[in-house]
């Protein structure tokens, strides 16, 4: 159980245009997704915290406007960049977690921007 | 907030047991968790502490104890796949958020 899938795994786009990541929890409600963005060799970067139905909380640092974050149902977050650079090019993971007694964040496989 | 600090790399002969540490400082605890994540991949879970003692899970252990701040994942038998980044990551109190380690990269050879 607990499979969180994340689409497109690999997406190349041109300064200045936007991209959308899905993130989808398979086989359990997520109350709560996050989102992370990897560089090479560096651990996990929180950029914010969605719960359904709800604004997302960004953690410091993270524009608001620039990375969109929307949690319309309990299965499905979108995160959007909007008018990428090609400092925007990292490694973006999602994970889902449910309400079970230990609330294990569960990750999706992650999406590779690659911004030109 | 969290201090995590744990080892950048470790290496270790196929058969062999590899420990490795992880110590944080933090101003609320719910909870440590350890993460696999190999090149490329998202992490994966491994397990779960909230309570100091001993958790095992296979080839697995975890460990911690609350009172030093102090967790480590023991991992026994060592095969070529273990090679990757083990992170450790400390659940904050009250909203769930996990902060990660660095990462120590566990390169196992023949």
């Known amino acids: 159980g607990a499979v969180v899938s994340q689409h497109p795994s690999r997406v190349i786009c041109k300064s200045g245009t936007s991209v959308k990541i899905e993130c989808r929890s398979l086989d359990f409600q997520a109350t709560t997704m996050f989102w992370y963005r990897q560089f090479p060799k560096q651990s996990l970067m929180l950029m914010a915290t969605s719960n359904e139905g709800s604004k997302a909380t960004y953690e410091q640092g993270v524009e608001k406007d620039k990375f969109l974050i929307n949690h319309a149902s309990l299965t499905l977050s979108t995160l959007t960049v909007t008018s990428a650079h090609p400092e925007d090019s990292s490694f973006y993971i999602c994970s889902a977690s449910g309400t079970g007694v230990i609330d294990t964040q569960y990750f999706g496989p992650g999406t590779r921007l690659t911004v030109l | 907030g969290q201090n995590i600090d744990q080892p950048t790399e470790m290496t270790a002969t196929e058969g062999a047991i590899v420990q490795i540490n992880c110590t944080y400082q933090?101003?609320?605890?719910?909870?440590l968790f350890w993460y696999q994540q190999h090149a490329g991949e998202a992490p994966t879970f491994l397990s779960y502490n909230v309570l100091d003692g001993l958790e095992e899970k296979g080839r697995f252990s975890s460990f911690l104890s609350r009172s030093k701040g102090y967790s480590y994942l023991l991992l026994k038998e060592l095969q070529m796949k273990d090679s990757a980044s083990y992170l450790c990551?400390?659940?904050?109190?009250?909203?769930?958020?996990?902060?990660f380690g660095a990462g120590t990269t566990v390169t196992v050879r023949a």
């Open positions: 990551a400390v659940r904050a109190l009250n909203d769930y958020k996990l902060s």
């Open positions: 933090t101003s609320g605890f719910n909870g």
